[in-house]
């Protein structure tokens, strides 16, 4: 079925340095073979070595780039088959000529997230490895990358494993005890599976736990800045956007009339909604009435309310406190550099301590205490546990969801004293589920699914 050799642009279409073109199947060197001429024939070349060399026209010999060629032989290469990356001038003309020509040799474009499927079908990575993949393309902050790279490593899979094998210990000791159906040796499997089931439960309860940072830390807290007139919000905005590596990213093609622009505060990403409406129109009190501010507060996790702290507290802004009551909000009291006027005591009767953050953004003061607050709040205080396994993706958690219920199941099953053939079905259906992560047990049309979410030549 695999038998097909594919070849794709890896690289971003359009100018740049270079372009590489991907070529992998079992036919791969032979095919490229006489389109390359180099000081050795490609066929002869080792694996693992790189070639300078032109990209010839198989009929006439005339060249069409110059190129260098990368052979890796299977299985050790990214997709498990042999591989050949032809590194070349990176326009859309060179690309196309060389493109062109492989393509005539029965080569045939690949399909979004073809290699990195074939690197599933090989047994190189599995689902929530490739899976990863994608994520480490889209990861929008630092962090989110590190938990993306550390789950390509297969951090979650080895969770999935050991929670896998403990069903495996559960269903042959059932297995083996499913043929004395004495009374004494029903209760006591009746027992382990109590016992087990609870173990892998907590297991499973454990990775459910860090899925809500893990989605925090792959999406960014969705975060609206709203204050008064002139107490330093776009000085806020500005100041997260040049301190904070911030990738400006306008995703067209959304559906929601949005803006979305993501910045880090050290290593918590926040989706900032809107900011473009709201630094437009600047003052969202002035204009609360302007749908789009008001939808950015509808819509965010997190409100940021600034504060002059050289100023009164303003009739707006106490009737924007008594609003955000109950939502994640965090006073920003600005200007600390100059006198403060505010009444404590005030904000104190609408926020915790916690969350009320002195700074100075004209003395680049108090961005750390922000960033305190936000995992305070997110967190619990302890983003910085050091273990980078989060589950983030919806697929993951919901059949962890799943799994835990079957041996809720099984559990429930347990104490009811229900024969253990029936008990057993439960605990396969949990395998099964937890396998379906690492697409163990996954339907094609999943698989293609998922694949189709990869862009070209990955
Ligand atoms: P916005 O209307 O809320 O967006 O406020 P701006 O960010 O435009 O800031 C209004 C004015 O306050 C500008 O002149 C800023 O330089 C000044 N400003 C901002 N932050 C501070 C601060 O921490 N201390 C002082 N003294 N001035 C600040
Ligand atoms: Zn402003």
């Given at each position: 079925?695999?038998?097909?050799?594919?070849?794709?642009?890896?690289?971003?279409?359009?100018?740049?340095?270079?372009?590489?073109?991907?070529?992998?199947?079992?036919?791969?060197?032979?095919?490229?073979?006489?389109?390359?001429?180099?000081?050795?024939?490609?066929?002869?070349?080792?694996?693992?070595?790189?070639?300078?060399?032109?990209?010839?026209?198989?009929?006439?010999?005339?060249?069409?780039?110059?190129?260098?060629?990368?052979?890796?032989?299977?299985?050790?290469?990214?997709?498990?088959?042999?591989?050949?990356?032809?590194?070349?001038?990176?326009?859309?003309?060179?690309?196309?000529?060389?493109?062109?020509?492989?393509?005539?040799?029965?080569?045939?474009?690949?399909?979004?997230?073809?290699?990195?499927?074939?690197?599933?079908?090989?047994?190189?990575?599995?689902?929530s490895?490739?899976?990863a993949?994608?994520?480490?393309?889209?990861?929008?902050?630092?962090?989110?990358?590190?938990?993306?790279?550390?789950q390509?490593?297969g951090s979650l899979s080895e969770q999935i494993?050991?929670?896998?094998?403990?069903?495996?210990?559960?269903?042959?000791?059932?297995?083996?005890?499913?043929?004395?159906?004495?009374?004494?040796?029903?209760?006591?499997?009746?027992?382990?599976?109590?016992?087990?089931?609870?173990?892998?439960?907590?297991?499973?309860?454990?990775l459910?736990?860090?899925?809500?940072?893990?989605?925090?830390?792959?999406?960014?807290?969705?975060?609206?800045?709203?204050?008064?007139?002139?107490?330093?919000?776009?000085?806020?905005?500005?100041?997260?956007?040049?301190?904070?590596?911030?990738?400006?990213?306008?995703?067209?093609?959304?559906?929601?009339?949005?803006?979305?622009?993501?910045?880090?505060?050290?290593?918590?990403?926040?989706?900032?909604?809107?900011?473009?409406?709201?630094?437009?129109?600047?003052?969202?009190?002035?204009?609360?009435?302007?749908?789009?501010?008001?939808?950015?507060?509808?819509?965010?996790?997190?409100?940021?309310?600034?504060?002059?702290?050289?100023?009164?507290?303003?009739?707006?802004?106490?009737?924007?406190?008594?609003?955000?009551?109950?939502?994640?909000?965090?006073?920003?009291?600005?200007?600390?550099?100059?006198?403060?006027?505010?009444?404590?005591?005030?904000?104190?009767?609408?926020?915790?301590?916690?969350?009320?953050?002195?700074?100075?953004?004209?003395?680049?003061?108090?961005?750390?205490?922000?960033?305190?607050?936000?995992?305070?709040?997110?967190?619990?205080?302890?983003?910085?546990?050091?273990?980078?396994t989060?589950v983030?993706?919806?697929?993951h958690?919901?059949?962890?969801?799943?799994?835990?219920?079957?041996?809720?199941?099984?559990?429930?099953?347990?104490?009811?004293?229900?024969?253990?053939?029936?008990?057993?079905?439960?605990?396969?259906?949990?395998?099964?589920?937890?396998?379906?992560i690492?697409?163990?047990?996954?339907?094609?049309?999943?698989?293609?699914?998922?694949?189709?979410?990869?862009?070209?030549?990955?």
């Amino acid at each position: 079925m695999l038998s097909d050799t594919i070849a794709a642009v890896s690289t971003a279409l359009g100018e740049g340095g270079i372009a590489i073109i991907r070529v992998s199947g079992p036919q791969a060197i032979t095919q490229v073979t006489p389109l390359f001429r180099s000081r050795i024939s490609l066929a002869d070349a080792e694996s693992h070595t790189v070639h300078y060399g032109h990209i010839i026209s198989p009929v006439d010999g005339e060249k069409m780039e110059e190129v260098l060629v990368t052979v890796m032989k299977g299985p050790r290469s990214f997709t498990t088959e042999d591989v050949v990356e032809i590194s070349a001038h990176g326009g859309i003309i060179s690309v196309r000529r060389v493109m062109d020509l492989l393509l005539q040799q029965e080569i045939r474009l690949a399909e979004p997230g073809e290699f990195t499927k074939r690197a599933f079908l090989g047994g190189r990575i599995d689902l929530s490895q490739a899976e990863a993949v994608i994520d480490l393309i889209r990861s929008k902050s630092d962090r989110a990358f590190s938990v993306a790279l550390k789950q390509v490593s297969g951090s979650l899979s080895e969770q999935i494993h050991i929670l896998r094998h403990s069903l495996i210990e559960m269903l042959a000791h059932i297995e083996v005890n499913i043929d004395y159906p004495e009374h004494d040796v029903e209760s006591v499997t009746a027992e382990f599976i109590k016992d087990k089931s609870t173990e892998v439960m907590e297991g499973i309860n454990k990775l459910l736990k860090t899925s809500n940072e893990g989605k925090i830390l792959r999406e960014g807290i969705t975060t609206a800045i709203i204050g008064r007139p002139n107490v330093g919000k776009s000085s806020l905005l500005n100041a997260l956007a040049r301190d904070n590596k911030a990738i400006v990213t306008d995703i067209p093609g959304t559906t929601r009339d949005v803006i979305e622009e993501y910045v880090t505060i050290n290593n918590i990403p926040l989706k900032l909604l809107d900011t473009a409406g709201i630094r437009d129109t600047m003052d969202v009190v002035e204009k609360i009435g302007v749908e789009r501010s008001r939808a950015a507060v509808v819509d965010a996790d997190l409100i940021l309310l600034v504060l002059n702290s050289n100023d009164e507290l303003h009739a707006d802004e106490l009737a924007l406190m008594e609003q955000f009551k109950g939502r994640q909000c965090i006073c920003l009291m600005n200007k600390m550099d100059l006198p403060s006027k505010v009444d404590k005591e005030t904000l104190l009767s609408f926020f915790e301590e916690s969350s009320i953050v002195p700074m100075s953004i004209l003395e680049e003061k108090g961005l750390d205490k922000l960033e305190e607050a936000i995992s305070t709040l997110f967190f619990g205080g302890k983003l910085e546990s050091g273990d980078l396994t989060y589950v983030s993706n919806v697929r993951h958690i919901a059949l962890l969801k799943k799994a835990y219920r079957s041996l809720m199941d099984a559990y429930e099953a347990a104490e009811l004293h229900v024969p253990i053939d029936l008990i057993q079905i439960d605990v396969r259906l949990a395998w099964e589920q937890l396998g379906e992560i690492i697409g163990d047990t996954a339907a094609d049309s999943l698989l293609d699914q998922i694949f189709s979410q990869f862009c070209l030549g990955k």
